[in-house]
Nanobody, 122 residues
Framework: QVQLVESGGGLVQAGGSLRLSCAAS????????MGWFRQAPGKERESVAA????????YYADSVKGRFTISRDNAKNTVYLQMNSLKPEDTAVYYC???????????????WGQGTQVTVSS
């Protein structure tokens, strides 16, 4: 069974930080790129950050560059998203995803977690 489980969401004031984690089953994680995506109410799901299996390729959406950092620990089958200097517009449900291919196109990602809510108050 393919499984991705996100954690670490919550309520934080603007300017604060949160660290999201995504734990993956071995088959999901091994050899796959991992990505973080978000969906705000009434909006389409958008890519936030992605990292290749080796960590040699990393993508960030322009809206989060310099504030968010994606990383992965392959020994722990876990990918992280460190979010600093959070803004109210970062409020969304955050999802992690896995796919053999590294890309920023939402529809190309094969395996998805259930999401974790991040709310940033002003």
């Amino acid at each position: 069974q393919v499984q991705l489980v996100e954690s670490g969401g919550g309520l934080v004031q603007a300017g604060g930080s949160l660290r999201l984690s995504c734990a993956a089953s071995g088959r999901t994680f091994s050899g796959n790129a991992m990505g973080w995506f978000r969906q705000a109410p009434g909006k389409e799901r958008e890519s936030v950050a992605a990292i290749s299996w080796t960590g040699g390729s990393i993508y960030y959406a322009d809206s989060v560059k310099g504030r968010f950092t994606i990383s992965r620990d392959n020994a722990k089958n876990t990918v992280y998203l460190q979010m600093n200097s959070l803004k109210p517009e970062d409020t969304a449900v955050y999802y992690c995803a896995a796919d053999p291919n590294f890309c920023a196109i939402v529809s190309m990602w094969r395996f998805w977690g259930q999401g974790t809510q991040v709310t940033v108050s002003s």
